[in-house]
């Protein structure tokens, strides 16, 4: 089934270490985007790209980073992980044309230590 | 900055009322409009949407309408079930001449019993 996936559900990491959340989606989406969002909380965007190469930052300042060397994925990296970024990590997707609408993942639940 | 105001934060009902949920957007480009249901420890989905030149639009029991002078689109549930209760989101996207969505606050709905 077409969707998006979202790896680990949950991580708990020690400060300082370097992690990857994975994302990837099977929908053939060209636009793809990273949100950090406290439980039930607003939505706030980290991270967006419109297609393979292209990637750029959002409203909410951050020390990650991301990648898009394939269509379906597009991986959020934390080099130096601090309790501040302890949150819930949302992937989500769309299309160019036709239906707008986003589909998120379920989500990666970091707390750092 | 464009920005979606998004009233109430909070909302309570008693089964079986009506919920009407209001956001206000500013970037007059903005041109579709979804509506986001994400139940506790789940992900969002979308439950309805509204393009700029549909002034309503419903499926069952839900219900969008959009002012487009006034800027200005409602979700409408009736008969509200407690399955409803979960945290609702507007975005207002803006697909022509660039892309850009931008989401309200949410509103937390509880439906008592």
């Known amino acids: 089934e077409a969707d998006i996936y979202q790896t680990p559900r949950y991580l708990v990491i020690g400060t300082g270490k370097k992690i990857t959340l994975e994302c990837s989606q099977t929908m053939g989406h060209d636009k793809m985007y990273w949100y950090q969002q406290d439980p039930g909380m607003e939505l706030h965007l980290i991270h967006y790209?419109?297609?393979?190469?292209?990637?750029e930052k959002g409203d909410l300042s951050s020390e990650s980073t991301v990648s898009r060397i394939r269509t379906e994925h597009f991986p959020l990296t934390l080099e130096s992980a601090r309790p501040s970024h302890t949150s819930q990590y949302l992937c989500?997707?769309?299309?160019?044309?036709?239906?707008?609408?986003?589909?998120f993942g379920s989500g990666t639940r970091l707390t750092v230590v | 900055g464009e920005n979606v105001e998004q009233h109430p934060s909070t909302l309570s009902v008693q089964e079986g009322d009506s919920a009407v949920i209001k956001c206000t957007y500013s970037d007059s480009a903005s041109n579709y409009f979804p509506w986001y249901k994400q139940e506790l420890g789940k992900r969002p989905q979308l439950i309805i949407d509204?393009?700029?030149?549909?002034g309503e639009k419903k499926d069952q029991r839900i219900a969008v309408t959009l002012n487009k002078t006034a800027k200005h689109f409602s979700l409408h549930i009736t008969e509200t079930q407690p399955e409803d209760s979960a945290v609702y989101f507007c975005a207002a996207i803006t697909y022509t001449g660039g892309f850009k969505t931008i989401f309200g606050a949410g509103t937390r709905l509880f439906v008592k019993a």
């Open positions: 989500a997707s769309s299309e160019y044309t036709g239906n707008y609408g986003y589909t």
């Open positions: 790209s419109y297609g393979v190469n292209s990637t």
């Open positions: 509204i393009r700029s030149n549909v």
